[in-house]
T-cell receptor, first 115, second 115 residues
Framework: EAEVAQSPRYKITEKSQAVAFWCDPI?????LYWYRQILGQGPELLVQ????????DSQLPKDRFSAERLKGVDSTLKIQPAELGDSAMYLC?????????????FGPGTRLLVL | AQTVTQSQPEMSVQEAETVTLSCTYD???????LFWYKQPPSRQMILVIR??????QNATENRFSVNFQKAAKSFSLKISDSQLGDTAMYFC????????????FGKGTKLTVNP
């Protein structure tokens, strides 16, 4: 069964350093989402792509976060510089299309700890 | 803005028994979708069940069923014949038709199934 791949699974960094996370969606899935899940809370959307275009990045802290999906397939989320409050699980999800009823398939996540 | 509230941070149930998880939401939209996602320990989030708001009939998926009360904005999940593998965080989520289709999650309920 196809799955969403993410790497790394765990990342420890010091504040002010740069970090990057990678996501490879299920083949053929046009829509890709990055969510942030702070411990004890539900995931919150950071950015949504439809193919290579950003559909929603209203909650992305653009002064330090950037995301790209250059060829409309895999995606990278970057934080520079990292802050203590960025410690969280970063989840990638993909779906066939951006219709609301489409199932979003989640990857295992990247757990980030900023020291 | 849409909000999702899960009022039970933790619940426990004995194996083979039935448990109900509560969820309420707030929206001014009339067309939307509701979901329950399961996040087992150290594993990726998976869809359990979904409901289209325009459908009055409650969704069922094997041992999982929902009680959807649109006027009350309530969407509870019933798990029958609980199994040890049902131990997980359960998130109620909302997306509305015509928007970016992002999922808005509640804070989750930690369910433990005891042998």
């Amino acid at each position: 069964e196809a799955e969403v791949a993410q790497s790394p699974r765990y990342k420890i960094t010091e504040k002010s350093q740069a970090v990057a996370f990678w996501c490879d969606p299920i083949s053929g899935h046009a829509t890709l989402y990055w969510y942030r899940q702070i411990l004890g809370q539900g995931p919150e959307l950071l950015v949504q792509f439809q193919d290579e275009s950003v559909v929603d990045d209203s909650q992305l802290p653009k002064d330090r976060f950037s995301a790209e999906r250059l060829k409309g397939v895999d995606s990278t989320l970057k934080i520079q510089p990292a802050e203590l409050g960025d410690s969280a699980m970063y989840l990638c999800a993909s779906s066939l299309a951006d219709r609301g009823l489409e199932t979003q398939y989640f990857g295992p996540g990247t757990r980030l700890l900023v020291l | 803005a849409q909000t999702v509230t899960q009022s039970q941070p933790e619940m426990s149930v004995q194996e083979a028994e039935t448990v109900t998880l509560s969820c309420t939401y707030d929206t001014s939209e009339s067309n939307y979708y509701l979901f329950w996602y399961k996040q087992p320990p150290s594993r990726q989030m998976i869809l359990v069940i979904r409901q289209e708001a325009y459908k009055q009939q409650n969704a069922t998926e094997n041992r999982f069923s929902v009680n959807f009360q649109k006027a009350a904005k309530s969407f509870s999940l019933k798990i029958s014949d609980s199994q040890l593998g049902d131990t997980a965080m359960y998130f109620c989520a909302f997306s509305f038709q015509g928007g970016s289709e992002k999922l808005v999650f509640g804070k989750g309920t930690k369910l433990t199934v005891n042998p």
